[in-house]
């Protein structure tokens, strides 16, 4: 079954600066990779996906990259803000039985120091 | 639109007492449906999954049982709750049939037992 690695586990950048969260992946036929946002107390909730036929994907200060040869995909946050303090939990498909699971990556927790 | 509710937000139970969580989602027909489990400040463990009425898949050995009495139901049952089965329960949907979908998270249910 798919395996998904995530680095770092906690992340400091100052407001303003660039954030990256890098996730690898073990099943080559992945082809779907979404990235979720979980603030505290609050549900995960998706930000940005992407789909192996593109190599990135943008939506204004976020966007995200994948390698599909190195099995690896990366959120980037630009010109982070205060707001962007949270959880981000990256994720990659597991199709058993009909069902599409999502196998999480363990989390980074990003905190913006202002 | 689509749209997924959870209930109760909060819950305290005693250990040893019976557990009922209930999920239901509006706007779709024939979803997939999950259940999660995160402990404090971890990532997201799945617990059960179901791509149809009466049909539940189990990813952990567990105190946990689910059902799924109609389309769009999905309940999570424990007849003796445990200290260990403490957490932030999430109920989750994606589109039946679709491959490469997110999964869309209910707002949670956070159990205490004592």
């Known amino acids: 079954g798919e395996n998904v690695e995530q680095h770092p586990s906690t992340l400091s950048v100052q407001e303003g600066d660039s954030a990256v969260i890098k996730c690898t992946y073990s099943?080559?036929?992945?082809?779907?990779f979404p990235w979720y946002k979980q603030e505290l107390g609050k549900r995960p909730q998706l930000i940005i996906d992407?789909?192996?036929?593109?190599g990135e994907k943008k939506d204004q200060r976020i966007a995200v990259t994948l390698n599909k040869t190195a099995k690896h995909f990366s959120l980037h946050i630009t010109e982070t803000q205060p707001e962007d303090s949270a959880v981000y939990f990256c994720?990659?498909?597991?199709?058993?039985?009909?069902?599409?699971?999502?196998?999480f990556g363990q989390g980074t927790r990003l905190t913006i120091n202002p | 639109s689509q749209t997924i509710h959870q209930w109760p937000a909060t819950l305290v139970q005693p250990v040893g007492s019976p557990l009922s969580l209930e999920c239901t989602v509006e706007g779709t027909s024939n979803p997939n449906l999950y259940w999660y489990r995160q402990a404090a400040g971890r990532g997201l463990q799945l617990l059960f999954y179901?791509?149809?009425?009466?049909?539940i898949s189990s990813e952990v050995p567990q105190n946990l049982s689910a059902s799924r009495p109609q389309d769009r139901q999905f309940i999570l049952s424990s007849k003796k709750l445990l200290l260990s089965d403490s957490g932030f329960y999430l109920c989750a949907w994606s589109v039946q049939g679709w491959r490469n979908q997110p999964q869309h998270f209910g707002d949670g249910t956070r159990l205490s037992i004592l």
């Open positions: 099943d080559s036929a992945s082809n779907y």
């Open positions: 179901s791509v149809g009425i009466g049909q």
């Open positions: 994720a990659a498909p597991s199709n058993i039985q009909g069902a599409q699971k999502l196998v």
């Open positions: 992407i789909r192996s036929n593109v």
